[in-house]
């Protein structure tokens, strides 16, 4: 079985930063493609950022130069990086792994 557990989110303040953690269990990450994705509300869930096999990154316009996603191979890890947090950054932040599968979430909520 394929497990993801979110952790790290919590409230900053505008220009704050948080560290978000994907904690992988029943596959090595290494292995296939990784992305964090958000969601509000009413709204669809969009990507953030990914990571490829060789550890290429692409990031979602929104977010870039103030998102970093990284890996660690040894704790079958996945990271996200967030800095100089806004309002619009709130979201429940998600961890997904290449063949489509979630885990439960993190909540950001970022305060003007």
């Known amino acids: 079985q394929v497990r993801l557990v979110e952790s790290g989110g919590g409230l900053v303040q505008a220009g704050g930063s948080l560290r978000l953690s994907c904690a992988a269990s029943?596959?090595?990450?290494?292995?296939?493609?990784m992305s964090w994705y958000r969601q509000t509300p009413g709204n669809q869930r969009e990507v953030v950022a990914s990571?490829?096999?060789?550890?290429?990154?692409h990031y979602a316009d929104v977010m870039k130069g103030r998102c970093a996603i990284s890996r660690d191979d040894v704790n079958n890890t996945l990271y996200l990086q967030l800095d100089n947090l806004k309002p619009e950054d709130t979201a429940v932040y998600y961890c997904?792994?290449?063949?489509?599968?979630w885990g439960r979430g993190t909540q950001v909520t970022v305060s003007s």
């Open positions: 029943g596959f090595i990450i290494r292995t296939g493609a």
């Open positions: 997904r792994t290449g063949l489509g599968s």
């Open positions: 990571i490829t096999t060789y550890g290429s990154a």
